[in-house]
C-alpha cells in the first residue's frame, strides 16, 4: 500500500515505511519492526516515540515486553484538525502583528522598479 500521502501531513519516510510495516504485521515488537523495516534501532526507537505523540501508534508492555500497533486510522483525520487548529492559532497571532510589520516596511519601501517572484507561492502574490 502506498502511504506517501502521509507526507502531506508531516511523516518522514521513515516515520511512514514503520507506520506501514505496524498496519502489515499487527502487533509487533520492535525487533519485528526492524527487521521489516531495515532502519536501525534506536532510529525505530524515535521513530515510535514521534508516531505515538502524533497519537498514530500505541504501545503496551507484554511479558516484560513492548509491542505496538498503529491506533484507529481515523486518528489520523484528528492529527490533521489537530495541525489545522494549531494553524489557526499562529494565523490569529501572526495577524495581531502584520499591522506593525506593514507599517516597517512601508517606511523603509524604497523607489523600486520591478519585484521578482520565482514559483507557485510567488504566482500567487502576484
Known amino acids: 500500500m502506498d502511504l506517501s500521502i502521509l507526507r502531506k501531513i508531516g511523516l518522514s519516510d521513515g516515520e511512514i515505511k514503520v507506520y506501514n510495516a505496524l498496519l502489515e504485521i499487527g502487533v509487533s515488537s520492535m525487533n519485528n519492526i526492524h527487521e521489516k523495516v531495515g532502519i536501525d534501532r534506536r532510529n525505530i526507537y524515535d521513530i515510535?516515540?514521534?508516531l505515538i505523540e502524533r497519537g498514530l501508534v500505541?504501545?503496551?508492555d507484554k511479558n516484560n515486553k513492548r509491542v505496538f500497533k498503529i491506533t484507529n486510522p481515523e486518528k489520523i483525520l484528528s492529527y490533521i484538525e489537530e495541525k489545522k487548529?494549531?494553524?489557526n492559532e499562529i494565523r490569529k497571532s501572526v495577524s495581531k502583528v502584520?499591522?506593525?510589520i506593514q507599517e516597517v516596511y512601508l517606511s523603509k519601501k524604497n523607489d523600486i522598479f520591478a519585484?521578482?517572484?520565482k514559483g507557485p507561492e510567488g504566482m500567487k502574490a502576484v
Request: hydrophobic share 40%; charged share 15%; no cysteine.
Open 48 to 50: 515510535l516515540n514521534k
Open 58 to 60: 500505541s504501545y503496551i
Open 85 to 87: 487548529s494549531n494553524l
Open 115 to 117: 519585484e521578482i517572484f
Open 98 to 100: 502584520i499591522p506593525q
